[in-house]
């Protein structure tokens, strides 16, 4: 059973409006989490992190939001650009460096 | 260098071939990761090494066989696969050992296809 969770396969946004993608988790134990984007071709790469000490950490236009009394984490691009289309998965480590990942969200940022 | 490099990027294998995937970081990152993934699936962690050391094994079954022969290289060897074990797999590092928590850079990915 997957611990963590991205139940939207996919998004469409228009330019310059705000991204919001979501990820659910089931480990109460989960206290450090990660975004990555991923490009056709390509590996993953870093976006953003939070621990569970926090609610809230932004970098530019990628702000991550945790709610941990509903296990929940979102990360919202605001403004959206379609350079940002892209899978989005996040992750979620309970000991060490050890990470589950959802199975990703496409966006879509239209023109 | 600020890049994890896999090769080769394609593999098309037999299932009696033995073949090797090869993962290469010049960061300075102690630990270094394999993972497994199936389309539209995320990816599972496969192997960990912490400091050259195999750390974590995900009961992953033995026709294949993780080495890191120092700090900088790791190695996935494959022998007897089946077409099962199609997918893309991950190489991945991260700064500190396995201990501590920080995000992971990952390799482009090698596409396997087992006939």
């Known amino acids: 059973d997957q611990q963590v969770k991205q139940n939207s396969p996919s998004l469409s946004v228009q330019e310059g409006r705000i991204s919001i993608l979501n990820c659910d988790y089931t480990?109460?134990?989960?206290?450090?989490f990660l975004w990555y984007k991923k490009y056709p071709a390509e590996g993953p790469t870093f976006l953003i992190s939070?621990?569970?000490?926090?609610d809230k950490n932004e970098d530019g236009r990628f702000t991550v939001f945790l709610n941990k009394s509903a296990k929940h984490l979102s990360l919202h691009i605001v403004p959206s650009q379609p350079g940002d289309s892209a899978v989005y998965f996040c992750?979620?480590?309970?000991?060490?460096?050890?990470?589950?990942f959802g199975s990703g969200t496409k966006l879509n940022v239209k023109p | 260098d600020t890049e994890v490099t896999q090769t080769p990027k394609h593999l098309v294998m037999g299932m009696t071939n033995k073949k090797s995937l090869k993962c290469e970081q010049h960061m300075g990152h102690r630990a270094m990761y394999w993972y497994k993934q199936k389309a539209k699936k995320p990816p599972e962690l496969m192997f960990v090494?912490?400091?050259?050391?195999?750390?974590i094994n995900e009961s992953v079954p033995s026709r294949f066989s993780p080495e890191c022969p120092n700090s900088s290289l790791l190695n996935l060897h494959l022998h007897a696969l089946q077409p099962e074990d199609s997918a893309l797999y991950l190489c991945?590092?991260?700064?500190?050992?396995?201990?501590?928590?920080?995000?992971?850079?990952f390799g482009p990915g090698t596409r396997l296809t087992v006939l």
């Open positions: 939070i621990s569970s000490i926090k």
């Open positions: 992750a979620a480590s309970a000991r060490a460096n050890k990470f589950y």
């Open positions: 480990n109460s134990m989960f206290d450090y």
């Open positions: 991945a590092s991260s700064p500190s050992g396995l201990a501590e928590k920080n995000e992971q850079f």
């Open positions: 090494y912490s400091y050259e050391k195999l750390s």
